[in-house]
C-alpha cells in the first residue's frame, strides 16, 4: 500500500505547493520527484514564485455548534441572514453557506457525517454495461428503452440494484468516442442511448423513420456494436422529427422549455458547444480562437444567431432526461458510474478551462499490474482554482450524476484525496503526485448522497496512501472489494462494502477459467503468459471452493454463492457472467485497432435473459441469505 507523507513534513521547496514529495511507492520504496517534473508541475499549478498567495481561504468547513474564523455575517444556502455570529447556530441545515466579512465572502459547508445508506442495507446487483445491454428493438446499441426493460426484469428476479456504465456524452459527431470513461461531459446524457421510438413526435414522422430502423436494427446481427452507424441512423431520425415541427407541441413544448430553464448555462454551454461543433470540429482546441472561450464575445453572438440549432441539442437532452428517468421509476435502485475525468478536447474542458491545469495528465504511477504506470489523458483541476470557484465544478458533476439515481459509484475515488499529475512529454513513471482538498470533497459529497437518498460506493483499488480508506468510512463511502484480489474470504469482509468478483477492466469467470482471456490478450498484443491463466484460475477456484477442474458453471454458480453470503451490504455479478461472455469489455493498454474494448454486445438479447435456465440458478445464488 503507497502512501505519501503527511503535507505537514514535506520539503521546504513544495510547502508552498500542493505537490507531495517524498512518497512511498506501490513496492515499499520511498520516492522523490525530479527537479524538471517539480518545476513542470508548479508551473501547471501557478505557484507564485515569492509564497502562497494572502487571500482569504475561499471556503471554510464548518460543523453545528462548531466555531467560525471570528465573527461573521452568516447568510444560509435560501438567503435568509442568521445576523453576525462567531459560531454556527445548531439549527443551521446542512448544506452550502456564505460568510460575509469587511474582507471577503466565504463559502460555508456543514455537512452531515455520513453519506446515505438505508438501515439494514443488503441487497445484490447486477452490473450493466448499457450499449451491450440490447434488445431486439435496439438500434444497434444499448439504449435507454432497454434499461427500462432490464430494470423491470431485475426487479422481477429480486436485484436491488443495477450497476450501470457512464453515460457521458462524447463529443458530437458522427464518429464518436467508444470508451464510456473518455466523455465530452460527465453532466450530460449520450444521445445514443435514446429510444427513438419511445421520442415525442416520432409517430407523426413514421414514414420517414421507417426506413431508418430496419437498418438500425441489421446492426444487432453483429455483436461489435457500430457506434458510427447508430449515431447517424439516431441522428436522422431526431432531425426528422425535429424538423417536422412536432417534437415541440402541447405539453411537450412547455415541459422542454422549463428544462431548458432549469438547466441555465450549463445546459445552454452545452447546446452552445454542440451546435459550434458541428461547424468547426469535435475538439475545441482546433476552433477559430474567438470560439475557444465559452464566455467570450464571439461565443455569445454564436448562440444568439444560431437559436434553432441550440434548442435542438438541449430538446435532445431533455429526452434523454425522460427516459432515464423513466427507466429509474420501472427498475431497482440505479447506481451511477462517474468517471474520473473527461475528454481534454470535450464540453467540460471546454467550459472549465480556467480551474484546469495546462500542460499536464493525469494517470496512475508504476504498480505490479501495470509496470510503466499508465497515463489517462485527462486535464486535472487546480486545486486551488477549484477552491476558489467554491467547488462548483465538483458539485454540478455530482448533481448530473445522481439524477435519477439511487447510488453513485466513483471511479478512482482516491482522485478526491490526490492524483498522479504527468508532465507533457513525460513519461507516467515521472509523474508526482498533487494534493486535492479532500475533507471539502467529501463534505461536498455527503451533502449531495443525503439530498439525492443515495449511496456512494468508492473504487479504492490501486495504490492506496495510509488512513485514506478510513477517512472514505467515516464519511459512510463504501469501500470496494473485488474477491479475486483480496486475502480473505468473503465471510470475512466488513459489513459496509461493496463486493464483486471482477470488472469491467478484468477477466470474465468464464474468461478466465476456460483460458480465451489468454487468448485474447495474445490476440491484442499483451504480452500475457500462462501464468497469468493459473493465477486468476486458482483465484476463482480458492473463493468458489471448487477444483480447476470443476465445469465453469460450477465455478461461477459456486464463487458467486460465496459473495452473496458475505456480509457486505451489497454485492453484485456481471451479466458477462450470467451469460459465460469469455471476452471481458475492455483490456486496459488497448486500442480500437487492436481490440473492440467498449463495444461488445451481449451474445444474447436482453429479451432472452429470463429464458436462460443459468441465468436463473444466478439470480438465484445471489440471494442474500
Avoid at 429510444?195 to 438500425?216: D, H, K, M, Q, R
Avoid at 477456484?541 to 459473495?563: C, D, F, H, N, Q
Wanted: aromatic letters at 8%.
Amino acid at each position: 500500500m503507497a502512501r505519501s507523507r503527511p503535507p505537514g513534513n514535506v520539503p521546504a521547496s513544495d510547502a508552498r505547493s500542493p505537490i507531495l514529495s517524498p512518497w512511498t511507492d506501490a513496492f515499499g520504496a520511498d520516492r522523490t520527484i525530479n527537479a524538471g517534473t517539480r518545476a513542470a508541475l508548479r508551473d501547471a499549478l501557478r505557484v507564485p514564485p515569492g509564497g502562497r498567495r494572502r487571500d482569504p481561504d475561499p471556503i471554510v468547513l464548518g460543523r453545528l455548534g462548531g466555531p467560525l474564523p471570528g465573527r461573521r455575517e452568516l447568510v444560509l444556502e435560501d438567503g435568509t441572514s442568521c445576523g453576525t455570529v462567531s459560531r454556527i447556530p445548531r439549527d443551521v441545515p446542512f448544506g452550502y453557506h456564505l460568510l460575509r466579512s469587511d474582507r471577503a465572502e466565504q463559502l460555508l459547508i456543514v455537512a452531515p457525517p455520513r453519506c446515505a445508506l438505508p438501515a439494514g442495507y443488503r441487497e445484490w446487483a447486477w452490473a450493466v454495461q448499457l450499449y451491450a445491454a440490447r434488445s431486439r428493438r435496439s438500434w444497434g446499441v444499448g439504449d435507454l428503452g432497454d434499461l427500462r426493460a432490464l430494470g423491470a426484469w431485475s426487479r422481477s428476479v429480486g436485484a436491488g440494484a443495477l450497476i450501470v456504465s457512464p453515460m457521458g456524452a462524447p463529443n458530437p459527431g458522427l464518429e464518436p468516442e467508444e470508451s464510456p470513461y473518455f466523455a465530452s461531459t460527465r453532466r450530460f446524457r449520450d444521445p445514443l442511448h435514446l429510444e427513438i421510438e419511445a421520442v415525442p413526435g416520432a409517430i407523426s414522422v413514421a414514414a420517414a423513420i421507417a426506413p431508418l430502423a430496419p437498418e438500425a436494427r441489421r446492426l444487432n446481427r453483429r455483436r461489435r456494436i457500430d457506434r458510427r452507424a447508430a449515431v447517424a441512423l439516431k441522428r436522422a431520425a431526431l432531425e426528422a422529427i425535429w424538423d417536422s415541427g412536432r417534437a415541440l407541441a402541447g405539453e411537450v413544448g412547455e415541459r422542454v422549455r422549463q428544462f431548458t430553464a432549469t438547466g441555465g448555462g450549463a445546459l445552454r454551454g452545452w447546446a452552445t458547444f454542440a451546435a459550434l461543433s458541428e461547424e468547426h470540429g469535435t475538439d475545441w482546441r482546433t476552433w477559430p480562437e474567438p470560439y475557444r472561450h465559452p464566455r467570450s464575445p464571439s461565443v455569445a453572438r454564436y448562440a444568439d444567431g444560431h437559436g434553432e440549432r441550440i434548442d435542438f441539442h438541449s430538446w435532445v437532452q431533455w429526452l434523454a432526461d425522460e427516459q432515464l428517468g423513466a427507466a429509474a421509476a420501472a427498475g431497482p435502485r440505479i447506481i451511477a458510474d462517474l468517471p474520473v475525468g473527461f475528454d481534454p478536447g470535450g464540453f467540460d474542458a471546454w467550459d472549465w478551462q480556467e480551474v484546469l491545469a495546462d500542460g499536464v495528465s493525469i494517470g496512475a504511477p508504476p504498480d505490479p499490474f501495470n509496470l510503466g504506470g499508465q497515463d489517462w489523458g485527462l486535464p486535472p483541476f487546480v486545486p486551488q482554482r477549484l477552491r476558489r470557484r467554491r467547488l462548483q465544478p465538483f458539485v454540478e458533476t455530482l448533481r448530473a450524476a445522481l439524477r435519477h439515481a439511487g447510488g453513485l459509484r466513483i471511479d478512482h475515488v482516491l482522485g478526491l484525496f490526490r492524483q498522479w499529475w504527468i508532465p507533457s512529454g513525460h513519461s507516467p513513471e515521472q509523474g508526482a503526485y498533487v494534493r486535492y482538498p479532500f475533507d471539502e470533497l467529501l463534505a461536498t459529497l455527503t451533502i449531495e448522497s443525503i439530498r439525492a437518498g443515495a449511496i456512494v460506493i468508492g473504487e479504492d483499488l490501486g495504490t492506496v496512501e495510509r488512513g485514506v480508506r478510513h477517512r472514505l468510512a467515516a464519511r459512510g463511502v463504501l469501500s470496494t472489494r473485488l474477491a479475486t484480489f483480496e486475502r480473505r474470504p468473503p465471510r470475512a469482509y466488513p459489513r459496509r462494502v461493496f463486493a464483486a468478483i471482477t470488472n469491467h477492466d478484468l477477466p470474465t469467470i468464464a474468461g478466465a477459467w476456460s483460458g480465451r482471456d489468454l487468448d485474447d490478450q495474445r490476440a491484442a498484443g499483451i504480452g500475457a503468459d500462462a501464468r497469468q491463466l493459473t493465477w486468476w484460475r486458482d483465484r476463482v477456484a480458492r473463493l468458489a471452493g471448487v477444483p480447476t477442474s470443476a465445469s465453469t458453471e460450477e465455478a461461477i454458480l459456486a464463487a458467486y454463492r460465496a459473495l452473496a453470503a458475505s456480509p457486505a451490504c451489497l454485492v453484485s455479478a456481471t451479466l458477462e457472467d450470467a451469460l459465460r461472455v469469455t471476452e471481458r469489455p475492455n483490456i486496459p493498454g488497448t486500442g480500437p485497432h487492436q481490440r473492440a474494448n467498449w463495444s461488445l454486445a451481449l451474445p444474447v438479447p436482453i429479451e432472452g435473459l429470463a429464458n436462460l435456465p443459468f441465468v436463473a440458478e444466478l439470480a438465484k445464488a445471489m440471494r442474500r441469505p
